[in-house]
């Protein structure tokens, strides 16, 4: 039988600031919970390549590090929340990135008889996003993200996960357009970890140090928020 509390998938929210490792994490979320991981940085520069209306006017604002309107990022998130897949519940990566944003979530998730579970701030320093995100590159079959220092493929020039060669690195991974990254997340987005402390869903966590080790605390924090 269908009843309502089955039918509302978790909701996961990543809050950090680029560079903070919020895409690796989310991928590792969903092989270990079976959510799926829903990018909105992702969906836009797949906009972007496939030339869409939203994705030429996206295009020039993500080079230059600010964030693309609201009206842009909220249609395009509302589309792909509904595909069935979404059911298995979401780990939102990038979005909400306004309180705006949060507000549109809220009325979303409303509809459907959802709510945010956690909403789950990454902890870094600053200065160390800029070399985290100048050195990193992801597969272009799989996605699995690398870095030059932190993470290269165990055999060079090939994943680890799905033996691909080919791989990609962002048009805006580059140090200067980094410093306009972390001052949009300081000015636009950081206000949201207020935003769920007051709802009483928000959680952080120190992202600085290993990988599997933040792996292992944020599956502890998602497990409590979906029980
Ligand atoms: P990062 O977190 O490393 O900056 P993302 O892939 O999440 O990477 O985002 C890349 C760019 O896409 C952002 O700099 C911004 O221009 C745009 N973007 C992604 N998500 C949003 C959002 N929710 N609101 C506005 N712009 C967004
Ligand atoms: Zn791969």
Redesign the pocket.
Known sequence: MTTASTLAAPVLILL????AG??TQARMLEETFGFVQL????L??AAVAAGTDAGKQ?KA??EA??????EI?IAI?RDRLNDPDTRKGVIL??????TV?AQALDTLLRETGQKVNAAISLDVDDAAMVTR?SGRFTCGTCGEGYHDSFKAPQTEGVCDKCGGTDFKR?A?DNAETVTQ?LE?YHAQTAPLITYYDDKGALSRIDAMGDIQDIAAGLGAIVKSATA
């Not at 990018?39 to 992702?42: E, H, I, Q």
């Not at 590090?65 to 609201?70: A, E, K, Q």
Request: glycine share 14%; no cysteine; hydrophobic share 35%.
């Open positions: 950090a600031p680029p560079g919020k895409g990018s909105t940085g992702d836009l520069r996206a604002v993500m590090g600010d964030l693309v309107s609201d990022v998130l990566d990038g979005f909400p990135r306004t944003q995100i962002r805006d990254r949009a």
